[in-house]
Every structure is written in C-alpha cells, then in structure tokens.
C-alpha cells in the first residue's frame, strides 16, 4: 500500500495539468485555426470598404472575387463606388442610407447571378450553404446595421472540446476593429451573432427585420 501512494505522489507532482489561459473573447481566432472534422472555411477575403455607408457593394466586391468575377486590380474604391451607384446605396445624409435586400439582389441578378433571399436565416442554413463550398452574405446589427459574407464557421460545440461555435465573416469594416487583419475576416461567437442577426435601423426604418440572408451563385459557369 505505501509503494502505491508512493507512486501516485510521484505521478501527481509530475502531472502537468492542461487549463486553459483565460481569455475575454468568445470566438476562436481565424489565424490560429487548423483543419478538422467540425471547421469549415471558404477563404473568402474582406474587401475593406472606403466609406460609413458602402457595406453592402464591399461585401458583394469580396463575393464576386471568391467566384473570379472581379479582378484584384478592380478592388478599388473605385469600383466600390460605382457599384454603390448602380445599385442606389444611400449615404448617411440620405432619406434611406444604406443598400437593401432588393438593391443588392437586383443589382447581383442583372450582374449575372441566380439569387435567392429571405428572411428568419438560422446558423443551421448557413453552415448547409457553406459544407457546399456556397458564401452567404448576412445583414445584422454590427454598426447599427453592416452587410458581412459568411466565409466559415467552427461547429465547436459538437467537438470533444464541447467549446462554442465560431462564425467568420469577409468583413468589409474589420480594419476599423483590427488594422492587423489582412484577409479581413472577423470571428464571432455564432450564438451571440444568432440572437443579434437583426436590424432596425436602415432595412425597415423602425421595425425590425430578422436573419436577413442572400444566397447569390453564378447563373452561368467561368469561361
């Protein structure tokens, strides 16, 4: 019995206990992830948008690159500007800033692209589009109201870690958060994301619209 209790004395005081650095983020961080069984990722990069109000283009810039539908010399404010133009962006000052649904939607079908939208998304829906290698663009509460695209998601939850779900967007505003951040992606405990996919500020002025998604593929193969 002493050898025994000698043993694990020994085992005990050589056991080097893993615990977890504490940490104040909810989200697992995009350059630290690894493939597994429960990530998945499209590497979709985050054009980072020139002005408060031109979300919407940026992140539809970030979209059509991922497909090869626009240059990387065509990532320009330029281009940002022009697409907010033809599909009627309203700046800050306007009677409605911002780009909505059908603006974004018109604009993607005249543009090439079979589109569905909807409202009421759930994380469920974006993690089936994005297991068919399909980015979804999202509108939620972030600034009061910001169009992201939904590049991956970390089903966290469902590993042996039992940790919490990470979602990760192409964030066309993610310089202002983080200079340091050259895919411009932003990670998001999914969760908190799923009960703040909302707006109430510019989609519906003063009523709220929830889970706002857009689902925009090529009508037509690359030549």
């Known amino acids: 019995m002493f050898g025994l209790l000698f043993c694990l004395a020994?085992?005990?005081a050589n056991a080097t206990a893993v615990i977890a650095s504490p940490s104040s983020v909810s989200a697992a961080n995009y350059y630290e992830m690894t493939a597994n069984p429960w990530y998945v990722?499209?590497?979709?990069?985050?054009?980072?948008?020139?002005?408060?109000?031109?979300?919407?283009?940026?992140a539809v810039m970030s979209l059509l690159h991922w497909y090869g539908r626009l240059d990387a010399s065509e990532l320009n404010a330029a281009t940002e500007l022009r697409i907010a133009r033809e599909m009627g962006t309203g700046d800050l000052q306007s009677?409605?800033?911002?780009?909505?649904?059908?603006?974004?939607?018109?604009?993607l079908e005249r543009n090439g692209f079979r589109v569905a939208s909807g409202e009421d998304g759930t994380l469920e829906l974006l993690q089936k589009f994005l297991k068919k290698k399909i980015p979804v663009?999202?509108?939620?509460?972030?600034?009061?109201?910001?169009?992201v695209v939904a590049t991956g998601?970390?089903?966290?939850?469902?590993?042996?870690?039992?940790?919490p779900d990470t979602i990760f967007f192409a964030d066309?505003?993610?310089?202002?958060?983080?200079?340091?951040?050259?895919?411009?992606?932003?990670?998001?405990?999914?969760?908190?994301f799923?009960?703040?996919?909302?707006?109430?500020?510019?989609?519906?002025p003063g009523h709220v619209t929830r889970r706002v998604y857009i689902i925009a593929v090529p009508a037509k193969p690359r030549q």
């Open 95 to 107: 009677r409605r800033p911002g780009t909505s649904v059908a603006q974004m939607t018109n604009w």
């Open 137 to 147: 663009l999202v509108e939620w509460i972030d600034w009061g109201g910001h169009w």
């Open 41 to 58: 990722s499209l590497g979709v990069k985050g054009y980072q948008q020139t002005t408060d109000y031109t979300c919407g283009p940026a």
């Open 153 to 163: 998601y970390h089903a966290a939850y469902e590993s042996p870690t039992r940790g």
């Open 194 to 204: 799923r009960d703040m996919w909302l707006d109430v500020q510019y989609l519906n």
């Open 10 to 12: 020994v085992l005990a």
């Open 172 to 192: 066309p505003a993610s310089h202002w958060a983080n200079p340091d951040n050259p895919d411009g992606i932003s990670s998001f405990n999914a969760w908190r």
